[in-house]
């Protein structure tokens, strides 16, 4: 069965980065993009852009370009997001999530990895 | 570009049907079939309900409907249950910079 298993969470200072990794099993890796969606605390939903696991090509929202970075190591069947420069705004549950293809819908999601931002 | 408009909270009694609206612009939902709608309880993850406007994902409930008319998409829940009660979240993809967006966000209420 499709699973997609995140990082425990994380405390960071502002201005720190954090990096969260999500490992997928159960399907090819590399045969569907993978995404990255946030959620603050009480708050709705927030997509931050996707990774191809087959080329590592990215597409970033524009919100988050220059602050993020998405890879990916296909010998372990895990990607990764890393957020620079943080501030409290970034206190969320980070998500991965796998595409399925061709919708642009997100059928398998990880369990949340919370990244909570404070001094 | 901010979030796809939905209504705060929808509520209805068991066995009622219940539609919530999700309302965008020809950029988005009106310009594309790639509106999906995700479920989320308390202290979960989403899951996807309904994608490709009107396609269920194999396991969903046949109560669960979606459809889109201009730039406005509905998700509808028929035969209402106890377990139905959730926040509903829609999405589409955008021809902005922003790529993908989700709606604000709808409490539903079984009574």
């Known amino acids: 069965q499709v699973q997609l298993v995140q990082s425990g969470a994380e405390v960071k200072k502002p201005g720190a980065s954090v990096n969260v990794s999500c490992k997928s099993s159960g399907y090819t890796f590399t045969g569907y993009y993978m995404h990255w969606v946030r959620q603050a605390p009480g708050q709705g939903l927030e997509w931050m852009g996707w990774?191809?696991?087959?080329?590592?090509?990215?597409k970033y929202a524009q919100k988050f370009q220059g602050r993020v970075t998405m890879t990916r190591d296909t010998s372990i069947s895990t990607m990764y997001m890393e957020l620079s420069r943080l501030t409290s705004d970034d206190t969320a549950i980070y998500y991965c999530?796998?595409?399925?293809?061709?919708?642009?819908?997100?059928?398998?999601w990880g369990q949340g990895t919370l990244v909570t931002v404070s001094s | 570009q901010s979030a796809l408009t939905q209504p705060a909270s929808v509520s209805g009694s068991p066995g009622q049907s219940i539609t919530i609206s999700c309302t965008g612009t020809?950029?988005?939902?009106?310009?594309?079939?790639?509106v999906s709608w995700y479920q989320q309880h308390p202290g979960k993850a989403p899951k996807l309900m309904i994608f490709?406007?009107?396609n269920r994902p194999s396991g969903v409930s046949n109560r669960f409907s979606g459809s889109k008319s201009d730039n406005t998409a509905s998700l509808t829940i028929s035969r209402l249950q106890t377990e139905d009660e959730a926040h509903y979240y829609c999405s589409s993809y955008t021809s902005s910079g922003t790529l993908y967006l989700f709606g604000s966000g709808t409490k539903v209420t079984v009574l």
């Open positions: 999530v796998r595409d399925l293809s061709d919708f642009w819908a997100f059928d398998y």
């Open positions: 990774i191809n696991p087959n080329s590592g090509g990215t």
């Open positions: 020809s950029s988005d939902i009106g310009g594309y079939n790639y």
């Open positions: 490709g406007v009107t």
